[in-house]
């Protein structure tokens, strides 16, 4: 079986959550960097800390 990783990337509006919402009812496995990137920066967290180490409040 042939695999593929597919990046979803487009501008508001595009229909990204559809293609997301397909994607799901053919329970295909998803990454939603979004989620990943609000769970990293969470108030005191170690990445938060480092990204206003770097770039200030």
């Known amino acids: ?4 990783i597919v990046a979803l990337t487009c ?3 595009s229909g990204k959550s559809a293609v997301v919402n397909t994607f799901s009812s ?3 496995p998803l990454a939603d960097a979004d989620v990943i990137a609000r769970e ?3 108030s ?3 990445t ?7 770039f200030g409040q």
């Open 26 to 28: 053919f329970d295909v």
């Open 40 to 42: 990293m920066i969470q």
């Open 1 to 4: 079986m042939i695999q593929y």
């Open 44 to 46: 005191k967290s170690l």
């Open 48 to 54: 938060l800390r480092a990204i206003v180490k770097c």
């Open 11 to 13: 501008g508001t509006g």
